[in-house]
């Protein structure tokens, strides 16, 4: 997700709630970074459900905000959500489980 969808997301969701623009960015920046680093690093595979709790939790102890609030928060950028969470899970499989023939990101999303 690069930074002009972010604050499209930030802007949509401060816009649905009645939250402040700046607690809503710093939601959506410290749930989407955590995501993203797992992206990067993390060989399980987790289905969506998994993800988001965890990624709710994660961030509620970085922000110290209620998790009302960071699950509304996260749930009203749920198509954002579900587009970094798609990525997370393609990347899930290390290529040596790949079945022969299938290319790393090819893998179904749970």
């Not at 393609?90 to 023939?101: F, S, V, Y």
Request: glycine share 8%.
């Amino acid at each position: 997700m690069n930074e002009q969808e972010l604050n499209r997301a930030i802007q949509y969701v401060t816009a649905s709630t009645s939250y402040g623009r700046e607690t809503v960015a710093e939601i959506l920046r410290t749930g989407f970074d955590e995501m993203s680093a797992m992206a990067a690093t993390t060989a399980s595979r987790f289905n969506r459900e998994d993800l988001v709790g965890y990624i709710c939790q994660w961030t509620m102890k970085r922000t110290g905000h209620p998790e009302p609030l960071v699950r509304e928060v996260l749930d009203g950028a749920g198509r954002w959500l579900d587009e970094v969470s798609r990525l997370v899970a393609a990347r899930q499989i290390p290529p040596k489980n790949l079945p022969e023939g299938e290319e790393p990101g090819t893998e179904p999303v749970e």
